[in-house]
C-alpha cells in the first residue's frame, strides 16, 4: 500500500519496478567489467535465458471471493520465523557493483528481517557484515576449498558470527566457461573485491606467508601481470594490513592471488566427504546447485538437513537444465522431509509465487538484488526487497491466497 500511495502523490520508486527496467538501468550504472560479470553467464548464455524463460510455461490460475484481507507471507525455516519467503542469495564480488558492497546489503537485509546468506567470495570479512546485521538472520555459503584447513576456519568462523545454516554450493568446484569475462580479462574472484574473507582468515595468510617465503619453482615465463592488475593486486592490502602495504615488490599479493586459485575449490569432493563437515558442525547443512532427483535423494542419504534447487543463475553450465524446470522432481523425491528452496531466475513476485507453487518453500534472489545494490546502494537493495515482497502479496491476494500453504500446484495452469 505504501508504495502505491507513494505513486499517487508522484513519488518515483527509488529504482525501476519493472524488472526489465532495473536491468537496463543497471546496466547504464555498472562498468563493462561489472556489469558483464553480474549479468552474464557461461557459454552462449543459453541457460541464464532459458532460467528466466521457463516462467512463461507456468500459468497461475486466480480463485475468486476467497476473503484474502488478511495475508502472510511469512515463513519457518531452520527454526526462525522469517517475514517472508526470500533470501538474498550469497553473491561475491559485490565491492564492483558498489563501493559499500556487503555493509549496504547487510543494513538493507536487516531493515526487512530478510535473511542474507554471506558468501565465501565477499568483498568484506563475514565478521563485518555480522556486526552490520545486528540480530537479523544470516546463513554462510561455503565455497570448500582445497585445504581443509580454510574449510575449518571459515566453518568455526561461520558459527562464531551466528549462522542459521551452512549453505555449501556444490556447482562451482570449478569456475564456468564464463565468455564475457575472459573476452575482458577479467577475473573477478581472484581480486581484492572478492578475497577478502580469504585475506582476513587467520589460517589462509598464514599459507600466503608460507607461500611468500617459499617460491614454488616455476617453468616457463610467467605473465607478466598488466597495470590494472597491479593496481588490483595493491588494494588487497586493505584487507592485509602491515605487511606489505604500499610495497609493490612484497611478494606477498601474488602470493595471496596464487594461494587462492591454489585451494579456491576441490572438485575431487564426494558425497563421503560431508561427513566431514557433518562432524566439525552441528549447523543445519544445506546444499545449493542440486538439479537431478537423483542427487536430490543422495542428499536425503546423506542426511543434509536442506536443498537448494540452483544453477547458479546459469553461470555454470551452458546449456543446462531450467532451474524451474528441475525444481517439481526433486521436491517430488524429497516429499516433504528437507526444506527444498529454489534460485535461478526469479525476478518478480509472480516468479517466486510460481516456484511456491511448485513446491519450493523458500526462493533466493540473486542478481536483481545487486542491481539494487549499483543503483542506490543500501536503500536500492531494500527497494527491490520491497517490490518483489509487495507483489508475492498482490499475487497472493489476486489468486485467492493468505499463507504459502495455500500456494499449491493447482493453482498453475
Ligand atoms: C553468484 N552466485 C554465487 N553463489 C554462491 O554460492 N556463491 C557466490 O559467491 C556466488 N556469487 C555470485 C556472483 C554473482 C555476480 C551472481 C550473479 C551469482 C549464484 C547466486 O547465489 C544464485 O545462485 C544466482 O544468482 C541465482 O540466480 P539469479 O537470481 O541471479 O537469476
Redesign the pocket.
Known sequence: ARIYREGVFGRRPVVPVEPAALEAAAQRRMSPEAWS??AGGAGQQRTVRA?TEAFDRHRIVPRMLVDVEERDQSVELFGRRLPSPYLL?????LEMAHREAEHAVARAARSLGVPMVL???ASVPMEEVARDLGDSPRWY?L?WSKDDGVVDSFVRRAEEIGSDALVV?LD?HVLGWRTRDLDLAYLPFARAEGIAQYLSDPHFRSLVEHRAANPPAVDGPQPRPTPAAVRALLSMTRHYPGRFRDNLRSPLPRAAVETFLDVFSRSSLTWEDLAYLRERTSLPIVL?GIQDPRDAQLALEHGVDGIVV?N??G?QVDGAIASLDALPAVVDTVGGRVPVLF????RSGADAFTALALGAQAV????PW?YGLALAGEDGVRAVLEHLMAELDLTMALSGVTDLAGITRDLLA
Open positions: 560479470y553480474v532460467n542469495a550469497p553473491i561475491g564480488v558468501s565465501t567470495q555459503q565455497y554450493t562451482t545449493k540452483s547458479h543463475g553461470r534460485d535461478s531466475g526469479v533466493l534472489v540473486g542478481r545487486v
